[in-house]
């Protein structure tokens, strides 16, 4: 399951904020496609931000609990895909990280 939090700068999300969330839904369905995970665990937010200009316009943050079959090329590569699409929507630099969650000590209560 992922939790993916999108950070978009205030002059960003200005001119862009309806692509964007238009995205929404596209991407949660690229999301579960590469991780093999159903719509109902992921969890996707669109931040608005007032950050300084030396910073990456829009930076994604993805948590993920780790299985073996998502070894680090996997989540590359859909880190990749991810970045593309966001690029191309918000035509500007787009930052991805990823974090794995520990399983033993994440609690979710939905």
Not at 38 to 64: F, K, R
Not at 72 to 99: E, F, G, N, P, Y
């Amino acid at each position: 399951m992922p939790n993916l939090k999108i950070h978009v700068s205030d002059a960003v999300w200005h001119e862009k904020g309806d692509a964007l969330t238009a995205l929404l839904g596209p991407i949660r369905d690229m999301l579960c496609d590469e991780f093999r995970i159903d719509p109902e665990a992921c969890q996707l937010a669109i931040i608005p931000i007032y950050g300084l200009s030396d910073q990456p316009p829009v930076a994604v943050e993805i948590q993920i609990m780790p299985r073996p079959e998502r070894d680090r090329a996997q989540i590359m590569a859909a880190s990749r895909k991810l970045q593309a699409l966001l690029s191309d929507t918000s035509a500007t630099h787009v930052a991805v990280r990823v974090s794995s969650l520990d399983p033993v000590t994440y609690v979710a209560l939905k």
